[in-house]
């Protein structure tokens, strides 16, 4: 069954840092892209990055560049996002998501359940 | 940089055309998807490359774009429609993804 299956939700206090988890199932791992989306409460989707499994290259949102950091495991077939410094507005659903590509176009046919980071005093 | 616009609400009554429209400079040069989100899921794509459906997805669900406005229609709409609607494209010069702020289908 393809599928992205993510790391449970967590809460950290503002200045932590919090890794979230997707580990992917039922397709070549390194043969399409992995994106991060994210969704604060009540609000719309924000593209935070991509990252390519196969080279490790990786592109990031300008707001996101000094903060995130994207990775991949292949032996597991897993990405992971590393978000640090967290402040109370980084407080949000965080989604992983397959990336289709085909020539000029890119479109997420597949979407991880959603991790929420809650950043607390 | 490239901005998507939507018009944050729409509503319709149950089984007539529901139409929700995307905003962007020369957006029809571009590729356009849309995705559906009902409220506590994550998103569900709906439309790629600016008309074609995923599998599974109805046919009540079509897609169009041209000039500086892409579209996506809902013929029939039923109360399971009632979501939030994102549309969206990639600014391949940045690499980068841009979504639209996202459409509320209300459906009467």
């Known amino acids: 069954q393809v599928q992205l299956m993510q790391s449970g939700a967590e809460v950290r206090e503002p200045g932590a840092s919090v890794q979230v988890s997707c580990k992917t199932s039922g397709y070549t791992f390194s043969a399409h892209y992995i994106h991060w989306v994210r969704q604060a409460p009540g609000q719309g989707l924000e593209w935070m990055g991509r990252?390519?499994?196969?080279?490790?290259?990786?592109s990031y949102a300008q707001k996101f560049r000094d903060w995130v950091t994207m990775t991949t495991d292949t032996s597991i077939s897993t990405a992971h996002i590393e978000l640090s410094g967290l402040k109370s507005g980084d407080t949000a659903v965080y989604y992983c998501?397959?990336?289709?590509?085909?020539?000029?176009?890119?479109?997420?046919?597949?979407w991880g359940h959603g991790t929420l980071v809650t950043v607390s005093s | 940089s490239y901005v998507l616009t939507q018009p944050p609400s729409v509503s319709v009554a149950p089984g007539v055309t529901a139409s929700i429209t995307c905003g962007g400079n020369?957006?029809?040069?571009?590729?356009v998807q849309w995705y559906q989100q009902k409220p506590g899921q994550a998103p569900v794509l709906v439309i790629y490359?600016?008309?074609d459906r995923p599998s599974g997805i109805p046919e009540r669900f079509s897609g169009s774009s041209s000039g500086n406005t892409a579209t996506l229609t809902i013929s029939r709409v039923e109360a399971g429609d009632e979501a939030d609607y994102y549309c969206?494209?990639?600014?391949?010069?940045?690499?980068?993804?841009?979504f639209g702020g996202g459409t509320k289908l209300t459906v009467l």
């Open positions: 020369n957006i029809g040069s571009r590729s």
């Open positions: 990252i390519n499994p196969k080279s490790g290259g990786t």
């Open positions: 998501v397959r990336g289709i590509v085909a020539g000029p176009h890119i479109w997420f046919d597949l």
């Open positions: 969206q494209v990639w600014e391949a010069s940045i690499d980068h993804v841009i």
């Open positions: 490359y600016d008309r």
